[in-house]
């Protein structure tokens, strides 16, 4: 058993990252719309919460087809959110207060508004290769373009080919038909990018997250998916690893925080992505967990999520990662996801509420990794009240709204399962006080105000001993202050009920044994005997023998 942690270890398990979906943070020039300067505004409440890393969603020019996900320049600020001074104003305060600002790079694809794109529709064979054309058949026309060159599917729905007929060629975005894949294999692109990156280097950045970077390496033949999507074609491609190992030292960012979303991808891979003898990222973010209420791997579907799946998934990619020296990002939610606690817990009660989101808490901040928490998830926000499709914004959710009614549900049907999928039920503004509008701006926000903020709220949970946010604060000066949790060993138990999550850290002599009851029914515990507790979202320790409903609780042997 190690006695000691590895300085990667110590580094990146001390740290807590919190995500900024700047939208909806904190408006602060009353326009609709969270800003820069909105950031800078609640530093101080950041500060409090004890996070090191502020991870800002994309502020750059673009047509917010996809909410800042199509990028338009990479080098400039959209003007909705602010100026280049606003930001250097937030790099200043944030340093200030002993944070980091890390940068929501989206490298697999630009908007189709980014000048080069433009370029390319002009012809400009240099700017043609920065992206994937590939020729329509002879005598495609505009009305009957022919078959795209493959099946694949846009992951928002509908082919991932788009036909320009001034150029008759087609063009592969695996997301929305505004945001064209670039085309990594052309090594000007990845100059390009390369530059982007020692951009914003130079104006003190420090972290940067990379969007879906597993998805930049296509293969080098176009070939139809007949068992899937496309996606097995083109997730952990074929140069993934030499493109990225290029990137971080031609952008000079090898031994800064950063992180990969990776989409689909597989623990061999993470290890290689995230293990620092690689010298690609500092660690990655893995979604597999996330899917646990998918039926059959589908998206826009609903049922309960399976605990012992959930629980399979957590133990593979925890112990498998330590293994081989990788580094897992840990998070329940983002802007892509649910809340957690309308999805894994349960919101339908104040007590029961309550519970589960500290126990979600408590199940993954106490891992092996660098815990994201997705602003509001340290109030307990939870999925919005929406009850009507025009409620929604977000691109993916208004298309499969109608592309479930094309499959046969019914209007009622295909809005419940968007209610409870849809990317914005993370995206309503961050509550923060009572006043209208949840404190987040003086005019009605650019998406609806979920009700629950008259009683959940910033300012009426600092003063609680008992709220969701003073727990958070626990948890996070926890970390800090354990090295156990910050770089411990890990290994699973075997659960004593199928909707029990359990596992244990260990460092030398020391062991901590974290227990997460899924369920709003007693469950068995495991022996609890000679430990005192470290951690519990109940007050007082239980008799030992039973997990209260929604009980997380961690218990130390010294």
Not at 330 to 343: A, I, T, Y
Not at 400 to 424: M, N, T, W
Request: hydrophobic fraction near 35%.
């Amino acid at each position: 058993m190690s006695c000691v942690i590895s300085e990667r270890d110590a580094r990146l398990g001390s740290k807590i990252a919190y995500e900024i979906y700047i939208r909806s943070f904190n408006d602060s020039n009353n326009d609709g719309v969270g800003d820069l300067r909105g950031i800078t505004e609640r530093l101080d409440y950041l500060a409090t919460l004890g996070v090191d890393c502020l991870w800002i969603t994309p502020f750059f020019p673009s047509p917010q087809n996809d909410n800042g996900y199509d990028v338009s320049d990479y080098c400039a600020i959209e003007p909705k959110f602010g100026t280049m001074e606003d930001f250097q104003e937030l790099s200043r305060e944030a340093a200030a207060r002993g944070m980091d600002l890390m940068l929501d790079m989206v490298f697999n694809h630009t908007s189709t508004e980014h000048e080069w794109f433009k370029r390319a529709l002009a012809g400009d064979s240099k700017y043609l290769a920065y992206y994937k054309f590939v020729d329509a058949e002879p005598g495609a026309t505009e009305e009957d373009p022919g078959t795209p060159p493959t099946n694949w599917e846009s992951k928002f729905g509908g082919n991932a080919w788009e036909y320009v007929p001034s150029l008759n060629k087609w063009y592969l975005h695996l997301f929305d038909v505004t945001q064209a894949d670039l085309n990594w294999d052309n090594p000007e692109v990845r100059a390009e990018l390369a530059n982007v990156l020692r951009f914003w280097r130079s104006n003190g950045v420090s972290a940067f997250r990379f969007d879906v970077v597993n998805l930049i390496s296509k293969p080098a033949t176009w070939e139809d998916d007949h068992e899937g999507d496309g996606r097995r074609f083109y997730t952990d491609g074929p140069h993934i690893h030499e493109y990225l190992q290029e990137m971080v030292r031609e952008g000079g960012i090898d031994g800064l925080m950063t992180v990969g979303e990776m989409s689909s991808t597989s623990i061999d891979n993470c290890i290689r992505y995230s293990n620092p003898d690689c010298h690609e990222l500092g660690m990655a973010f893995s979604f597999h967990h996330l899917k646990v209420d998918y039926p059959d791997g589908e998206k826009w579907a609903l049922m309960d999520p399976d605990i012992a799946e959930l629980r399979r998934l957590f133990a593979d990619w925890q112990e498998q990662m330590a293994e081989g020296g990788g580094w897992n990002a840990l998070f329940w939610s983002n802007h892509d996801q649910p809340r957690p606690n309308s999805r894994f817990g349960d919101d339908s009660t104040h007590a029961s509420w309550l519970l589960s989101s500290k126990m979600l808490a408590v199940c993954t901040h106490l891992m092996r990794g660098t815990p994201y928490i997705y602003q509001g998830e340290e109030l307990g926000m939870t999925n919005p009240d929406f009850a009507s499709i025009d409620q929604y914004r977000d691109v993916e959710s208004i298309n499969y709204y109608r592309i479930l009614q094309e499959r046969g549900h019914s209007p009622k049907e295909a809005f419940h399962i968007v209610h409870e999928r849809s990317r914005d039920d993370s995206r309503t503004p961050v509550q923060w006080d009572d006043t209208q509008y949840a404190g987040f701006s003086a005019v009605e926000p650019w998406i609806g105000v979920d009700g629950s903020y008259t009683w959940l709220n910033a300012a009426a949970e600092s003063n609680d001993p008992n709220s969701v946010l003073t727990f958070f604060k626990r948890l996070i000066a926890l970390r800090k202050a354990e090295p156990i949790i910050q770089g411990g060993d890990i290994r699973f138990v075997d659960e004593p009920a199928p909707c029990v999550i359990a596992y244990e850290r260990t460092l030398g002599d020391e062991r901590v044994l974290v227990q997460c009851n899924f369920s709003g029914d007693e469950q068995p515990a495991l022996d609890l005997s000679g430990g005192e507790v470290l951690v519990s979202n109940y007050d007082g320790a239980a008799d030992g023998a039973i997990l209260r409903p929604w009980e997380g609780t961690a218990y130390i042997w010294r």
